[in-house]
């Protein structure tokens, strides 16, 4: 393959994985996917990961092409299914359309696919082409994925907005807003892709959130610094980052579930309480004295209605091992903790963080909340290290994104 | 001017910001300037600020010029001088020289030139041109003078090496190393930007520093890293961070004084002490009982040759104002503050703080020291705001630069 043949098929994929990127946090269990579809040197159809229960990426993309496809080439950003799961496998309908060729970036962490999809195709007389150069772009779209097949838990990023000098909030509770509104618009793209959002009663208490995404609060500023790409990546091709901010759309395809972590003092009135859908889990050391509280009816008809659950866990690190198991049994893949620093200090006690996106603004407060409190490593050997450390400069805020585990390279 | 001819103007307009970026904090209280002479389309000589009292960098420039300059071009970093200081104005010696035009990015700060240095040359038939589009390049490195000439005070420069969640060391103490080992060569070189190095008697007690730039210290991998440029910049062109980078050099011109605030309990084993220019600067109370100290006939022998001086100020923010006028009036105009936490929320609380030039390290800590123990401000809009922000990614460690004070496109 020459240099120019080489971008171009590239070219498919980034355009795939933008696809991939658009359907992150809709998807769950599934991983988000996309597919490109080429004939005759013509993109001829694009799919994508439909709700879990729906088509993959590749029959999307297959039923959406209007021509024929014999000796087509298709870019799909992970090894096509060769499975019986809610839906036929992948391989059998690109087998059937004629497709000549199949590009992908990495093979499927899946154990029951790893290798067996690109076989099938090899085997049907398809062949398979692996696009190294976009492997590690793919790979932190699977990465919820990979931690939900290898792990059953869900993936944790934890977002923050902190002044340079390491303070989320002052020390009166004041933190809106540290972050510019170009940074708090990130955030509502970010919420886009994940499934679940989660936050401490205490955040609630302090700043009654909605969590959702709400593109037409931004002024056409904000939203042209994103239109015109007015931002400067560093770190590896193809970050996280890079994929976040180049899929950047402001249509709204799905909407996380909330989870707050703690019962707040009074919350009757704040917009999550009113919200159907979020949920509130609870120790039972605190569920146990719900009954004596004044707004006892209102708990007692979320208890009914499963919008409070009980954690059974004594320690605060079981506990967050007894929430994370609780989220991934009820479907959670991509989780967003939003705040406070004590609740990510639980995360961090428990070591369930899987990846930091940090948002550092200009400002200095001179102290403050930080942005874990939780048990401080006593060394510095013994502190976490994060891998695979990209940024992304906004005009002012920097937000730098890292995870807990590497890159592999494997597969 | 054409767009290529104006690349040319800036091309050695830059040449010669690198020259001044290479003296600073070894002219104070001069500022550092470069100068580049261009004849024929080739550059001739160069020059750059000697030690006070020695050549401004036109003159330097000139007499190293072995052709003659009858109708050559000068790009000079700042409007020259046209008055006598510790030596003759610097118009002179460009009438002189037969120098046809002088390029400069910005007039002088200082009141006795502010552009009196340009209608000089004018008035002699040299031709003056602004170069604006490296104005801002040229201000960063005049920062310090201005504040200086315009407040007699020293420029501050907090430097941290941070985890991502901002912590400077655990809660034992434990700080070595947070930063990677090409961050810690980038403090070597800006240890050689300043003239002045300033840290906590704690910092003494707990990491006993040397503060000396030691290139020698690091792998040639950390080295390469610079000479092959494999950092990324954000923010403005020509951004301090961008010149202290790109004027990368090992030579070591001159050494900054190291000035300990406090002193440390035990201490006579500790390098500074054993460096015959490093002061300790002592308050009132703390002073007042050295005579009881087992250690007194060395802090004796300290207080005789000047290198122990007291505060007077009974207050911890009037005392940092007080230092700051000591350090000013013993000659410092660039002072970078090394640690800790709790004297740069000392600084912090006096306003003291010019610049702050902060790496995150990407390493979660959990908990542990922050990187300002100040009083911490109530509000989020009572914030120091920071300007100018720019950054450079090291490859996993993000190092960010910003300034008290915005640019100003004046003068």
Chains 1, 2 share one sequence.
């Not at 919420?191 to 205490?202: F, K, L, W």
């Not at 209102?298 to 320690?315: K, W």
Request: proline share 4%; charged share 20%; aromatic share 8%.
């Amino acid at each position: 393959m020459n240099g120019m043949e080489n971008q171009k098929h590239n070219d498919y994929m980034r355009m795939a994985l933008r696809l991939a990127f658009g359907r992150l946090g809709a998807t769950s269990p599934n991983p988000a996917v996309g597919a490109v579809i080429v004939k005759n040197g013509q993109v001829v159809s694009t799919g994508c990961t439909m709700e879990y229960g729906g088509d993959h990426a590749e029959v999307v993309a297959i039923k959406n092409a209007s021509c024929n496809l014999q000796g087509a080439e298709m870019y799909v950003t992970l090894e096509p299914c060769c499975h019986q799961g809610k839906t036929p496998p992948c391989t059998n309908a690109i087998i059937a359309s004629g497709i000549a060729v199949v590009y992908i970036p990495m093979l499927d962490p899946n154990p029951v696919v790893a290798g067996r999809g690109m076989q099938t195709l090899q085997q049907a007389g398809v062949e398979v082409v692996v696009l190294h150069q976009c492997k590690q772009a793919a790979f932190d779209i699977v990465r919820p994925f990979i931690k939900s097949i290898a792990r059953h838990k869900p993936f944790v990023i934890h977002k923050i907005a902190s002044t340079l000098d390491g303070r989320t909030a002052t020390n009166t509770g004041d933190s809106r807003w540290i972050s510019s509104e170009v940074s708090r618009l990130v955030v509502h793209r970010l919420r886009s892709c994940v499934d679940t959002i989660v936050v401490g009663s205490s955040t609630v208490e302090a700043d009654n959130p909605r969590l959702t995404v709400r593109y037409d609060d931004f002024s056409d500023t904000a939203q042209n610094f994103f239109s015109t790409r007015q931002y400067t990546f560093s770190g590896y091709p193809g970050s996280f980052l890079q994929g976040l901010l180049e899929s950047w759309k402001t249509e709204v395809t799905h909407t996380a579930r909330k989870v707050v972590i703690g019962l707040p003092g009074i919350f009757h009135d704040t917009y999550l309480a009113k919200e159907k859908d979020a949920c509130f889990f609870i120790a039972q050391h605190q569920y146990n004295t719900l009954s004596h509280r004044d707004d006892y009816s209102i708990i007692r008809d979320l208890m009914d209605s499963g919008r409070i659950q009980c954690t059974h866990a004594c320690h605060a690190v079981e506990q967050i091992h007894e929430v994370c198991d609780m989220l991934y049994n009820q479907g959670s893949m991509i989780v967003m903790l939003e705040g406070g620093a004590k609740l990510a200090g639980s995360f961090f006690n428990a070591d369930a963080i899987d990846q930091c996106m940090y948002f550092y603004c200009p400002l200095i407060m001179g102290n403050g909340k930080g942005i874990i409190e939780g048990k401080g490593r006593p060394y510095i050997n013994e502190s976490i290290h994060l891998y695979d450390v990209s940024t992304v400069y906004l005009g002012g805020d920097v937000l730098v994104s890292g995870y807990k585990e590497p890159y592999t390279c494997e597969a």
